[in-house]
């Protein structure tokens, strides 16, 4: 809460007859008896705190806060059993911080809960009066807490749209009551200015007459007393040619002028005193101009002030459609809040089958790295194949030839055989020859055994 708007419900405060001061600064405050007298005038049967607060606290601060903890309970109760109302989300006033360091956010808050009382007891109508007979800013703050308040406010066996009909009506009627004596104090400021001025204006017609009249008898004398020192001139003269027989009509002519220059001179006396006096309201209805002048600003500035609020009351119509499309926005709420709790659902959902894919995910990215293991391990083996496919290859060239020559050493050995073969046969037939007594069975012994010798050294190879 600004500061300024703590100073206008101080100030409303004087307004109350309970209590000793019309001024007061937050540190009177913060022991909470001046507050208790408030509120015991402004009901007398429900708000009997001052036997139950402690007096004399002086500095400490703990039976200061003891003492506005029960000031403020027994507000909410006023408002919860009396007036029937609800502060619904209204910042609550910290007690501590009032206590212990005076805080004007704080004591604002508690003052405006004591003008919530003010406003809706039985003698509202008189406490309304009081505010509207405050200075115009204090009264501007006083209302702006006034509508502030009433925001916050719920009737117990209200509906909201009863409410807030309500609450348009009240504002109404404070706007309405501002507006008319903003207007009729406008009118009699701007009639007083009105009048001041004519009579400024009247009073500098009389002042530059008198001003002229002034500088007509100064000539008039300056003149007379010229003439009377060239008349005492003349009568010198003309006695002391003609002798004493004059003396006594020369004597009568100077006592008449005298005379007449004794009544200029208090004729002009008079006139100075009536220029200064002249002066003097022409000082003061200056002044009084200058005020009202300044005043006739501020009525300006209020008047602005007014056709900006008119100009938002023609706005009235807009506003109002857009407050309908809002409660109907704030009727589709229970639709919305199902809504939101089938999509939480579906969130839910989506979350659970989300944890359900990352571990997927996780577990393809396992099997992503093993398979480009099995890949590397895969090229490697190919490698590996293709290098034992050259040497199979290789071997199969070598196993070719080696089959070529094992074929030519079987087809050798074969023939061997034969040759074998046929050389038994014929040892055979040497041996029978011997046994006939044929003289050649040595020499094909000899040969027999040589060629024996040679395919035992052909097969060993």
Known sequence: MPSDICDSLLVWLGTFDAVDNTTFSP????????????????????????????E???????????????????????????LELDLVDFPMPDCNFIGEKAD??????????????????????????????????????????????MEY??????GSRDY??????????????????????????????????????DLEIQVQLLQESNDSLHTENERLVQRSKTDEHSINHIMSNQGSQDQGNVSQLIEDFHAERFQLEAARDDYKMKCESYEGEIQELTEKCVELQELAAASKRLKDEVDE???????????????????????????????????????????????????????????KNQLEKYKVDIRRLQEELLSETKRADKFSIESEKYKSKCETTENDNFNLLQERASLKEALENVQYSNSNGTPLGGAIIDHTRSRG??????MNR
């Open 309 to 367: 609020l008119n100009y938002k009351l023609t706005n009235t119509a807009t506003l109002e459609h857009q407050l309908e499309t809002y409660k109907k926005k704030i009727e589709d709420i229970p639709d919305l809040r199902n809504q939101i709790k089938s999509l939480e659902a579906q969130i839910d959902s989506y979350v659970m089958e989300k944890g359900a894919l990352e571990d997927e995910n996780k577990r393809h990215t396992l099997y």
């Open 56 to 82: 004399n606290v002086s500095d400490n601060w703990r039976l200061k806060v003891s003492n506005l903890r029960k000031i403020k309970n027994a507000i909410l109760d006023y408002y919860q059993e009396v």
């Open 453 to 458: 010798r040679l395919l035992i050294i052909t």
């Open 104 to 149: 004007e956010e704080h004591l604002g808050r508690l003052l405006q809960l004591v003008l919530g009382c003010a406003v809706h007891c039985d003698e509202k109508e008189d406490h309304i009066k009081k505010i509207m007979g405050l200075e115009e800013h204090v009264q501007t703050g006083v209302m702006q807490c006034i509508q502030e308040l």
């Open 164 to 201: 807030e009909k309500k609450l348009e009506l009240s504002n109404n009627e404070l706007e309405s009551a501002h507006k008319e004596e903003f207007y009729e104090s406008y009118a009699i400021c701007f009639e007083e200015v009105e009048e001041y001025k004519q009579r400024i204006h």
């Open 27 to 54: 540190e009177d405050l913060t022991d909470g008896l001046v507050l208790s007298s408030v509120l015991n005038q402004i009901s007398p049967c429900w708000f009997e705190l001052r036997e139950g607060l402690k």
């Open 153 to 158: 406010e719920m009737p117990r066996n209200m």
